[in-house]
């Protein structure tokens, strides 16, 4: 009775069609219970302001699962799956309702919002395996036990193209796949990605533009993978791939 009342009360809210034509009804239901645990905790910690309405189903859930709807080519069920400054858990836990057979990892730097991440997942009833670690991916990328360690790696509003790729390729298994979110997109951003992916032995592999449901702006995804497994001494020292691009 419970999910009857949660769905048709999500009903109400006039969620943009297609959302519907990525994902069931019980991930609906889950992702109505994320919205409610985030508000809770937004009381207490400031995780994000997009929360409400089109905020919320288009700039966060929208926007986080599409890309692993849209790439037929590749398989992204049951991988070991990577959330780079995964703040309040986007994309990472919109990537975990949706692909339950997969482990996830979420790791930001903020002790306030890993904190607010676990207390999320001990309350919503997620099927996955989710780690929750709080660390610079910086200091992350260099312990044996991570490095090279998984299938999917990406971040989300966290920095430029050239910048995520640095943290995201040391990550990856040799077969890898590093999905990059990006607004607009330019001849120059593109030239620098391939001057960048070139040192971190790197390849750029596929990218799909989108316009977001309502009025919601342009994504672009790129997708990348290792050529090489990266060199040793990237990423850098904590700052330095943001204060200085490659």
């Known amino acids: ?45 400031n995780l994000t302001r997009l929360i409400n309405g089109d905020d919320y189903w288009v700039s966060q859930v929208f926007d986080s699962i599409w890309p692993f709807k849209t790439f037929p080519n590749f398989n992204f069920d049951n991988k070991k799956f990577l959330d780079i400054g995964s703040g309040c858990g986007f994309p990472g836990l919109a990537y975990a309702i949706t692909h339950p057979t997969s482990e996830i990892y979420l790791v930001d730097s903020s002790k306030k919002k890993t904190d607010a991440l676990k207390s999320i997942i001990k309350e919503i009833n997620f099927k996955s395996n989710i780690h929750v670690i709080n660390a610079r991916v910086e200091n992350l990328a260099h312990q044996s036990s991570m490095r090279n360690s998984f299938h999917i790696a990406t971040t989300r509003a966290v920095s430029n193209p050239s910048t995520v790729s640095e943290y995201i390729l040391p990550m990856l298994k040799k077969e890898g796949l590093g999905v990059l979110y990006c607004g607009k997109w330019t001849d120059k951003e593109s030239k620098n990605l391939d001057k960048t992916l070139e040192i971190l032995e790197g390849k750029f592999k596929e990218k799909k533009k989108i316009l977001l449901p309502s009025n919601k702006g342009t994504r672009n995804i790129i997708l990348i993978q290792p050529k090489n497994f990266c060199p040793e001494i990237y990423p850098r020292k904590v700052g330095k791939p943001e204060k200085n691009p490659l």
């Open 1 to 45: 009775m419970v999910k009857i009342y949660i769905y048709n009360e999500m009903k109400k809210q006039n969620i943009p069609e297609e959302i519907f034509s990525l994902i069931t009804e019980e991930e609906i239901i889950m992702f109505q219970e994320l919205q409610i645990k985030i508000k809770e905790l937004n009381n207490k910690t």
